[in-house]
């Protein structure tokens, strides 16, 4: 069982990650368009870190999360975490996003609602938005290739199975910018969904080679379930042996299938393109497979674009929940997190 419209996401990830003949052919055949990506990007570093262009302050105490690779690294799920671990501390987090895809809006709306949640690309605008509705500090989800704002902490995220894929910027493979741009992070955190522990050690180690930042390393994996409807929890042992329709629209959508297949479930897939948004024929196909599995399984960012949508007579699916479960680095990087609110504010 196939998604309706994944062709292309498919074809995608065939030519980032596939190890036979023809995906490699392909991948050589864009290598020069890959060169002149990595050519513009390490020019415009250069401008910013020469000071021909400037970086602006954000005007709150701020903290930028991104990636090097194009999706799939858990920046969304980090920075979530961290906008809770300042609602913890009394602060009221501006999450700050460029604005694409309704799903990440409705993802930190739901996940952190004392936040104040800012879709605009305009990432100086949207802080001061952000101010005039109250927040005490910012939290930039998919900001590390914005020179032109200066955040307090900049932060990486890279996960370990980004790098069995193609090392090739954009299109031949799926890096924004070469591994060398983890040089200007304040701090690395590597996670991993279905790589295995050595693996992300040994892409800790990797980077380290890289930058002078703390490596810090996090396993984001499926805690349970909930209805998507209902909220009713259960626990992963409920999918062991049943027949499981595996749905999602995300970048990565090979670790959610490989977490579900863990479960011990016998499953079928269906995948759409990373933001899609799902009309009404998508929902008759969902609800259809519905019927005829045990189960239909979709991960947390699809879930906030079906849940008023899904229909009252058909059974409702399991949303996998992530949990960010620390296995290095965690002490450190919480207390960097604290300095930005304890320290002095400039006026």
């Known amino acids: 069982m196939t998604g309706r419209r994944g062709d292309?996401?498919?074809?995608?990830?065939?030519?980032?990650?596939?190890n036979g003949v023809p995906a490699k052919l392909a991948r050589g055949a864009l290598v020069p368009l890959s060169g002149l990506w990595q050519a513009a990007a390490a020019v415009r570093n250069a401008a910013f870190d020469a000071g021909v262009l400037r970086a602006t302050s954000l005007g709150l105490p701020s903290v930028a999360v991104g990636n090097l690779t194009v999706g799939g690294s858990g920046k969304t799920p980090v920075a979530r975490w961290i906008a809770q671990r300042y609602v913890e501390m009394g602060q009221i987090p501006g999450i700050l996003l460029r604005g694409y895809g309704r799903?990440?809006?409705?993802?930190?709306?739901?996940?952190?609602?004392?936040?104040?949640?800012?879709?605009?690309?305009?990432?100086?605008?949207?802080?001061?938005?952000a101010a005039e509705r109250g927040a005490?500090?910012?939290?930039?989800?998919?900001?590390?290739?914005?020179?032109?704002?200066?955040?307090d902490l900049n932060v990486l995220v890279v996960s370990a199975e980004a790098l069995h894929a193609?090392?090739?910027?954009?299109?031949?493979?799926p890096w924004r910018e070469p591994l060398k741009g983890a040089a200007r992070a304040d701090f690395v955190l590597v996670t991993r969904k279905r790589a295995g522990q050595d693996a992300a050690e040994a892409a800790a180690a990797e980077i380290g080679r890289w930058t002078n930042a703390p490596v810090a390393r996090i396993h984001l994996?499926?805690?349970?379930?909930?209805?998507l409807v209902s909220g009713r929890p259960s626990a992963p042992s409920i999918l062991d042996g049943a027949r499981v329709v595996a749905a999602a629209a995300i970048a990565d959508p090979g670790s959610f299938i490989a977490q579900t297949k863990a479960t011990g479930a016998q499953v079928q897939?269906?995948?759409?393109?990373?933001?899609?948004?799902?009309?009404?024929a998508d929902i008759a196909w969902l609800a259809r497979a519905?019927?005829?599995?045990?189960?239909?399984?979709?991960?947390?960012?699809?879930?906030?674009?079906?849940?008023?949508?899904?229909?009252?007579?058909?059974?409702?699916?399991?949303?996998?929940?992530l949990a960010v479960e620390w296995e290095a680095g965690e002490?450190?990087?919480?207390?960097?997190?604290?300095?930005?609110?304890?320290?002095?504010?400039?006026?």
């Open 290 to 321: 519905r019927r005829k599995a045990d189960h239909l399984v979709v991960t947390e960012k699809d879930a906030v674009k079906l849940a008023d949508r899904w229909p009252a007579s058909v059974p409702e699916p399991l949303v996998a929940i």
């Open 166 to 173: 193609s090392r090739w910027c954009l299109p031949a493979g």
């Open 221 to 227: 994996g499926v805690a349970g379930y909930h209805g």
């Open 136 to 151: 005490t500090i910012l939290v930039l989800d998919d900001a590390y290739q914005r020179r032109d704002v200066q955040p």
């Open 269 to 280: 897939v269906a995948t759409w393109p990373d933001h899609h948004e799902f009309d009404d």
């Open 331 to 347: 002490t450190a990087f919480r207390q960097r997190l604290g300095a930005l609110v304890s320290r002095p504010q400039l006026m």
């Open 103 to 129: 799903d990440e809006v409705l993802l930190h709306q739901r996940g952190v609602p004392q936040a104040v949640v800012v879709a605009n690309p305009d990432r100086g605008a949207a802080a001061r938005q």
């Open 8 to 18: 292309g996401h498919r074809l995608i990830r065939w030519l980032w990650t596939g």
